[in-house]
């Protein structure tokens, strides 16, 4: 049996219970649940009670599986507990024990029987996932009353963890990022990461900033090109020199005269790196290990004294620490490997860098060092006696960190950022031996022994001595400046009707200042001019597709309902969120929403994402819209036609941002300041005679004000935006066919619809026809509505059905249009079915006479305007 199913049997088989996770997703932005990113898993029970009670034994046998599990009855859960309230606790807790950072979870019911929603908090989206599974694996086995490891579950995620998540040094840059707001991307599993938006983006690989010039990371690599620079620049440097063989390094030791240091010539972390070599049998071995890392050797010049590694970020040094190698201290009674053991014990050791220490190893070069003390690892030193196990003190080879930033002497730091400048890094850590840091490099003797890129900053954060220091900020500073964030503005659209339309205006109001705008919506992804994607891209994929763009300037980005449901939003938060409204019969019997309610749970996660400073754009006259006012972090806007509306009344009454209509204009009110836009100068609403587009147009207003857009420069851009197919297709597009007027509209569920037959009825017409279809996913009632909308308005009505019907048997549709308009009590002229989009089009074409209109609601968008400008232009020649 899989991990993600239970099947057990009560006891004595007198109670048969099964659960089973049906579906999961990860919700990887701000969703309906919380800001957390989480696992959402769709449990189903084959028991309308699926409450714990139902089998007594099974949470003693839990809690005796999983010692570490907290109350069930924690979790603000009223009523009786469930079989899937218990699985929520135990995927939480059992990632809380593997160390990732997680609080939030819940469970609820999905309204059908046996059904629940568990969501559970997760850091890293697989260990989230795992846990999920082991969460189930754990559930099934005390319902089986059969064993479970629990140890190994949760070494297994805290591995699973530790391999996935960003590393300290990474991780420091990125909570510092967030402390001022700036949003991150992770762009690989590793620690490539993305910090900002659009044209203010920055990126960072672990310590290594964007602007750090790939020459001047492989000048640091090749450490003697680095150490010839710096001594040409006057900056105190070891000599030394490559070696080609065990006996080239022997020479270049006799050159040097004294003590040296053998070292790959590229290598990092101190990996190979062996000091204070006075012999020739331990230089062959020293040789030996470094060759290993790298085929070019150095042999340079032992400089006396303790190593220290300072960080340098930008023009000024920021942390500074004393290494020490690893080592152990006898107590007379243990082995060397014993005291090795005791001292990798220490639970901030790890094997990696997840860490802030790293376990010691007792590899060839701790032999060595062993051996040169004439000891091995079965030697027990006597009590007191310091043994070092190499005499490099990378932390990556088991070394310790004292802080020791306070009491660099100005001198020192001084060449200490010269060198890194010299190079050209950014971000840099520069080795350092002196016998003291409080005294000029030149007065002791000591000098630069490297300069490395992308430091690990582990020893600076959370050294073995001292306090840590802030150098993931002083990396965020040296690359946003202060008050930066990061962001550009982004405009969040949702709603119902009108999305697309309005997501359109502010990207041309937008666009209209010079803006290079992305844009998402039901037609595709556009960066200013250019379309980069196609079909329905209102979800968050796309979202943060357009956020990763280096040349975006502002977003305007549709923000639908499945994005929502299916992954959360593309972002952490907007400066401006717009509901256009919510209509009663769109997308109701899919993902569990049954309701207009329902569906204003989901639509409202963007006006709960709004920023602090910035606004929520809503519809005062829409019950399920005006209400998200109470939901928002930020401020306001109100917008509705009837500016007497109680809701726009009251938002008036109190000095609030209103957006109505007055007369022949739009108006836009704050405490007696007024902005009129006269109706007459918005060709979108022609004239004001398209009730719809005019709640698109406030809508739009509202989103510029929210912006601080120009008053003007909106008038400007609102006086330029025609709908067309090219400017909104599929948004009240109209043609002239042989003297008939024909309007396309992607209209498709019955708030679309008795719009658009409420703004037709000003429309001066012989024979009124429509052509149409429904989606097959939508509720029988939902498709036979469609048509009794506009039975009284159309006297001729043309069905079609496509071959992609989503479930729907053929003819099916036909049947439910035809059955909306009998249960009307219409008798329309001419009702024809007709397979086929575009042959429903041309039929109905043929039909039509000078005067006559004809509403074509299209399906593909793009593909039924192209047919629809075809025909009128073949018309017409």
Not at 353 to 382: F, M, Y
Not at 391 to 401: H, I, P, Q, R, V
Not at 541 to 555: D, I, Q, T, Y
Not at 672 to 680: K, N, T
Request: hydrophobic fraction near 40%; proline fraction near 4%.
């Amino acid at each position: 049996m899989s991990p993600t199913s239970v099947l057990a049997m009560a006891v004595a088989q007198k109670l048969e219970f099964s659960m089973e996770i049906t579906h999961t997703r990860a919700l990887r932005g701000p969703n309906i649940w919380s800001r957390h990113t989480a696992i959402e898993a769709l449990v189903a029970c084959n028991a309308a009670d699926c409450a714990l009670e139902t089998v007594p034994e099974f949470e003693s046998r839990l809690r005796a599986r999983f010692p570490g599990l907290g109350d069930l009855r924690s979790i603000g859960h009223k009523g009786p507990l469930t079989f899937a309230h218990a699985l929520e606790r135990c995927a939480l807790d059992l990632q809380a024990q593997a160390g990732c950072p997680v609080t939030f979870s819940r469970t609820t019911s999905t309204g059908e029987s046996g059904g629940y929603y568990v969501v559970v908090e997760y850091s890293e989206e697989a260990v989230g996932r795992r846990a999920m599974q082991l969460a189930m694996a754990l559930c099934q086995s005390a319902l089986d009353d059969q064993p479970f490891d629990i140890r190994e579950g949760s070494q297994a995620l805290r591995d699973l963890d530790e391999d996935l998540r960003l590393g300290p040094s990474t991780g420091s840059i990125v909570q510092a990022a967030l402390a001022r707001s700036i949003p991150y991307q992770r762009l690989t599993e590793g620690s490539l990461v993305q910090f900002g938006w659009g044209v203010k983006q920055r990126r960072i690989q672990a310590a290594e900033i964007d602007r750090t010039s790939a020459i001047a990371e492989s000048i640091a690599q090749d450490k003697d090109l680095t150490k010839r620079l710096l001594a040409a620049a006057g900056v105190p440097v070891p000599w030394g020199r490559s070696v080609t063989d065990a006996n080239d390094a022997w020479a270049a030791m006799q050159e040097i005269g004294g003590a040296v240091v053998v070292k790959p010539r590229d290598g990092s972390q101190g990996r190979g790196v062996v000091v204070n070599i006075e012999t020739r049998e331990h230089l062959e071995s020293a040789y030996k290990a470094a060759a290993a890392i790298s085929d070019d050797v150095l042999v340079e010049r032992y400089i006396a004294g303790r190593d220290f590694r300072l960080l340098v970020v930008g023009d000024t040094l920021v942390a500074a620490a004393r290494r020490d190698p690893p080592h152990v201290i006898g107590d007379g009674r243990q082995t060397v490997r014993q005291l090795v053991d005791q001292v990798n014990s220490d639970p901030r050791r790890g094997e990696g860098h997840a860490t802030s220490l790293t376990k010691i190893r007792l590899d060839a070069i701790a032999l060595d060092s062993l051996a040169a003390l004439g000891l091995n690892v079965d030697s027990v030193p006597a009590k007191g006696q310091r043994i070092s196990l190499r005499n490099n003190a990378n932390l990556s080879t088991g070394g310790t960190a004292t802080d020791v930033t306070d009491i660099v002497h100005p001198d020192l730091a001084a060449r200490v950022v010269e060198a890194a400048q010299l190079i050209g890094l950014d971000v840099c850590g520069v080795d350092v031996v002196a016998q003291s840091i409080e005294r000029p490099l030149e007065e002791q003797g000591a000098g630069i022994v490297e300069v490395n890129a992308a430091p690990g900053l582990r020893m600076h954060l959370t050294p073995s001595y001292g306090r840590g220091r802030a150098v993931g900020e002083a990396i965020i500073g040296n690359m946003f400046k202060p008050g930066e964030d990061g962001r550009v503005p982004l405009v969040a659209v949702t709603g119902t009707n009108g999305k697309t339309t309005t997501v359109r205006l502010v990207a041309h109001m937008l666009a209209n200042l010079g803006k290079t705008v992305g844009m998402t919506n039901s037609d595709g992804v556009y960066i200013g001019k250019h379309r980069i994607d196609t079909g329905d891209c209102s979800g968050p994929k796309s979202a943060r597709n357009v956020l990763m763009h280096p040349e975006v300037e502002a977003a305007v980005l549709e923000t639908a309902r499945g994005g929502i449901l299916r992954e959360g939003l593309g972002f952490d938060r907007c400066q401006v969120a717009v509901v256009t409204n919510i209509g009663a019969g769109d997308h109701l019997g899919l993902n569990h929403l049954h309701t207009a309610e329902d569906i204003s749970l989901v639509k409202r996660v963007i006006v709960q994402n709004v920023s602090r400073d910035g606004f929520a754009v809503l519809n005062a006259t829409d019950p399920y819209v005006a209400p998200m006012a109470d939901l928002t972090r930020g401020s306001v806007i109100m917008f509705g036609a009837d500016r007497h509306h109680p809701v726009l009344a009251k938002h008036r009454a109190l000095g609030r941002r209103v957006i109505y209509v007055e007369e022949d204009a739009i108006v836009a009110a704050q405490a007696g300041a007024e902005q009129r836009f006269p109706l007459a100068g918005v060709p979108l609403t022609l004239d004001g005679k398209l009730p719809f587009q005019v709640e698109n147009v406030m809508a739009a207003i509202g989103a510029g004000w929210a912006l601080g857009l120009d008053w003007d420069q909106m008038r400007r851009a609102l006086s330029t935006f025609v709908s067309d197919a090219k400017t909104a297709p599929g948004r009240f597009n109209l043609y002239d066919y042989r003297g008939a007027t024909v309007v396309a509209d992607y209209g498709h569920n019955p708030d679309a619809l008795r719009a658009l037959a409420d703004a037709l009825r000003g429309f001066q017409a012989g024979k009124r026809s429509v052509v149409i279809s429904a989606a097959g996913d939508r509720r029988d009632q939902d498709i036979r509505e469609l048509s009794q909308i506009l039975s009284t308005d159309f006297n001729e009505f043309v069905l079609f059905e496509d071959a992609c019907q989503r479930g729907r048997a053929d003819g099916e549709i036909f049947r439910l249009l035809r059955e909306g308009l009998e249960q009307a009590g219409s008798k329309p002229a001419v009702v024809e079915d007709v397979q086929g989009e575009f042959a429903a089009i041309d039929r109905a074409l043929e039909r039509l006479r000078p005067g006559d209109l004809c509403l074509v609601l299209v399906d593909q968008v793009e593909e039924a305007l192209d047919h629809i400008q075809q025909a009128c232009s073949r018309a017409a020649a």
